[in-house]
C-alpha cells in the first residue's frame, strides 16, 4: 500500500483508527485528501443495542448504526485504511462494515485490513496505526477497546468477495495482511 499511496496523486483515502495528525500530514503532503472515522470507539457504545425485555439478549442494531456511522456523505475513496478495525467491532456489525466499504470504494480503489490470529497477547491491543516514509508502520496504543473475535482465513476471504482481486500476507505476530482492489 505504501507504493501505491507514493506513486499516486490526488487520492481521497478513508483511514480508520483514532485521528492521527501524523496520518493526516503524511498523506496530504503527498498530495491526498483524508478523511478520518473511528468507528470502533462509537460501536462500543450500548446505544446501538436494541432494548430487550425480560429473558430476551439485546441485538446489535447494525442497520442503524452502519446509516450513522458509515454515511459519507456521497463521498467515495480510492483507499481505505480499515487495519485490523474489524477484530474489535462486534461480531454481527463486520460483514455490514465490509459491505459499505465495498459500495464507498471507486473501481480499482484499495483496501488494507489486518486480521489478528490470536485474541490476547503480545501486539493485540488496540493501537493507532501510523503511516511512515518507510515500508514500515508505527503502532500507538490507542484505547482500552478489547478485541472481540479472530476470524479464520475463510472468514475473512468472505469479507472480500466482489472484489476483482485480493491478496494476503502473514505479517509479523501472525497478523494477517489483507489488500484487496475493487
Do not use: C
Amino acid at each position: 500500500m505504501h507504493a501505491h499511496l507514493q506513486s499516486h496523486d490526488s487520492l481521497r483515502v478513508l483511514d480508520f483508527g483514532a485521528t492521527s495528525p501524523s496520518n493526516i500530514n503524511y498523506l496530504t503532503a503527498l498530495g491526498h485528501s483524508v478523511y478520518m472515522a473511528n468507528i470502533v470507539q462509537d460501536a462500543s457504545r450500548p446505544e446501538w443495542l436494541t432494548p430487550s425485555g425480560e429473558g430476551v439478549t439485546p441485538e446489535y442494531d447494525v442497520e442503524r448504526f452502519v446509516s450513522s456511522n458509515l454515511d459519507f456523505s456521497g463521498r467515495d475513496f480510492d483507499v481505505v485504511l480499515l487495519w485490523d478495525t474489524a477484530d474489535y467491532l462486534p461480531k454481527q456489525l463486520v460483514p455490514a462494515v465490509f459491505d459499505r466499504l465495498r459500495t464507498v470504494l471507486r473501481p480499482d480503489g484499495r483496501l488494507l485490513a489486518f486480521f489478528h490470529g490470536k485474541i490476547d497477547g503480545t501486539g493485540t491491543r488496540f493501537s493507532r496505526y501510523q503511516l511512515t516514509n518507510t515500508e514500515n508502520l508505527d503502532l500507538i496504543e490507542s484505547g482500552e477497546f478489547p478485541m472481540l473475535q479472530v476470524y479464520p482465513t475463510r472468514q475473512i476471504e468472505k469479507f472480500f468477495e466482489g472484489y476483482s482481486s485480493t491478496h494476503f500476507y502473514l505479517g509479523k505476530d501472525n497478523v494477517r495482511e489483507v489488500i484487496a482492489v475493487r
